[in-house]
Nanobody, 127 residues
Framework: QVQLVESGGGLVQAGGSLSVSCTAS????????MGWFRQAPGKERQFVAA????????VYADSVRGRFTISRDNAKNTVYLQMNSLKSEDTAVYYC????????????????????WGQGTQVTVSS
């Protein structure tokens, strides 16, 4: 069983930048696609970004495309989310997740396709 731990959340002013990380332990995630989701108070969890197991393919939600960048370092078993030009509507708890199956060829953006989740890290953007 893999354990995912997010870090790097915090408080930032609108227009600023923040980077969050997700480090896996227990087993390697280098053969699994990884994703970031977020959940704001009173709202459902929503997809933010995903990266395939090789790091060669990425996909983003329309709301963050062009502002957020997902990347991974398989040697460190870590996935990153760089967030730029932050807006107040980006305020949420950000969750890291690993896909349920390895070596998937088609990018996944639905929470049901991710079997392992971190505990989340709070990102607050003040306006």
């Amino acid at each position: 069983q893999v354990q995912l731990v997010e870090s790097g959340g915090g408080l930032v002013q609108a227009g600023g930048s923040l980077s969050v990380s997700c480090t896996a332990s227990g087993r390697t995630v280098s053969t699994y696609g990884m994703g970031w989701f977020r959940q704001a108070p009173g709202k459902e969890r929503q997809f933010v970004a995903a990266i395939d197991w090789s790091g060669g393919k990425t996909v983003y939600a329309d709301s963050v495309r062009g502002r957020f960048t997902i990347s991974r370092d398989n040697a460190k078993n870590t996935v990153y989310l760089q967030m730029n030009s932050l807006k107040s509507e980006d305020t949420a708890v950000y969750y890291c997740a690993a896909e349920s199956r390895p070596y998937r060829l088609v990018m996944r953006t639905t929470a049901a396709d991710f079997g392992s989740w971190g505990q989340g890290t709070q990102v607050t953007v003040s306006s």
